[in-house]
C-alpha cells in the first residue's frame, strides 16, 4: 500500500480515536496535522502530552511501510536458522524450546533483518517528504522538495550529505550490533 494511502486512512482513524480517549477522560490526543500554533502550553508532563500526540500518527506511517519487509526477512531468517546445526545440538543436550529458540535462534535470525534496518534508514527519509506533506510538517523533506523547486544545488547536496552521514553511521551501528548478536563475529 503507498505511504500517501496509509496516511489518509490513519488521518481518518484519528478524529473517532481522539473522540473515544475524550469519552474516557485523556482529551484530544492525536494531532492529525502539524505541531501546535500556539506552541506547546501546560506543565512538563502535559507537554509531553502533547509532544507525543502529534508524533503517533507520522511514526506509525513511516513504521508501516518497513512492517512487512521486517517481518518477512524475520521469518525467512528464523526457518533458516531453526535448521541448523548447532540447534539441533541445543535441542539434543535438552534445553527448552523457549531457550533454544530465544537464546541461540532468535539472536541469529536477527542479524539479516539488522542489515536490512541500517539500509532502509534512507528510504525513511525519502518515505518522511511524503509524511511530512501529508501530516503538514516542516523538517528535511519539505527542505529538499523546496530546494529541487528553488534549484538550490548546494542545499540538495547538503541534504544528501546529511542523508549519507545517517545511512553511514547506522550501518556502523549494524556492524557492533552482529558482533552483540553472533559471537562468532569479533570486531577486531
Given at each position: 500500500m503507498p505511504l500517501f494511502c496509509i496516511?489518509?486512512?490513519?488521518?481518518?482513524?484519528?478524529?473517532?480515536?481522539?473522540?473515544?480517549?475524550?469519552?474516557?477522560?485523556?482529551?484530544r490526543w492525536i494531532t492529525t496535522a502539524g505541531p501546535p500554533t500556539s506552541g506547546y502550553t501546560g506543565g512538563f508532563w502535559h507537554v509531553i502530552y502533547q509532544f507525543t500526540g502529534v508524533y503517533v500518527l507520522p511514526v506509525i506511517c513511516l513504521f508501516a511501510i518497513s512492517f512487512a519487509l521486517y517481518s518477512r526477512f524475520q521469518r525467512g531468517s528464523m526457518l533458516d536458522v531453526l535448521n541448523s546445526d548447532y540447534v539441533r545440538t541445543a535441542q539434543a543436550k535438552g534445553l527448552s524450546q523457549s531457550r533454544v529458540i530465544f537464546r541461540h535462534a532468535f539472536r541469529n535470525a536477527l542479524i539479516p533483518v539488522v542489515t536490512v534496518a541500517a539500509?532502509?534508514?534512507g528510504a525513511v527519509f525519502s518515505?518522511?517528504?511524503?509524511?511530512?506533506?501529508v501530516f503538514n510538517w516542516q523538517g528535511m523533506g519539505t527542505l529538499i522538495v523546496n530546494a529541487v523547486e528553488q534549484i538550490e544545488p548546494w542545499m540538495v547536496l547538503a541534504w544528501l550529505v546529511v542523508t549519507a552521514i545517517f545511512i553511514i553511521l547506522f550501518n556502523l551501528i549494524a556492524d557492533i550490533l552482529y558482533?552483540?548478536?553472533d559471537p562468532r563475529?569479533?570486531?577486531?
Amino acid at each position: 500500500m503507498p505511504l500517501f494511502c496509509i496516511a489518509i486512512i490513519l488521518k481518518s482513524v484519528a478524529p473517532p480515536l481522539n473522540n473515544w480517549l475524550e469519552s474516557i477522560g485523556f482529551g484530544r490526543w492525536i494531532t492529525t496535522a502539524g505541531p501546535p500554533t500556539s506552541g506547546y502550553t501546560g506543565g512538563f508532563w502535559h507537554v509531553i502530552y502533547q509532544f507525543t500526540g502529534v508524533y503517533v500518527l507520522p511514526v506509525i506511517c513511516l513504521f508501516a511501510i518497513s512492517f512487512a519487509l521486517y517481518s518477512r526477512f524475520q521469518r525467512g531468517s528464523m526457518l533458516d536458522v531453526l535448521n541448523s546445526d548447532y540447534v539441533r545440538t541445543a535441542q539434543a543436550k535438552g534445553l527448552s524450546q523457549s531457550r533454544v529458540i530465544f537464546r541461540h535462534a532468535f539472536r541469529n535470525a536477527l542479524i539479516p533483518v539488522v542489515t536490512v534496518a541500517a539500509l532502509n534508514i534512507g528510504a525513511v527519509f525519502s518515505g518522511a517528504i511524503i509524511t511530512e506533506t501529508v501530516f503538514n510538517w516542516q523538517g528535511m523533506g519539505t527542505l529538499i522538495v523546496n530546494a529541487v523547486e528553488q534549484i538550490e544545488p548546494w542545499m540538495v547536496l547538503a541534504w544528501l550529505v546529511v542523508t549519507a552521514i545517517f545511512i553511514i553511521l547506522f550501518n556502523l551501528i549494524a556492524d557492533i550490533l552482529y558482533a552483540y548478536l553472533d559471537p562468532r563475529i569479533r570486531l577486531d
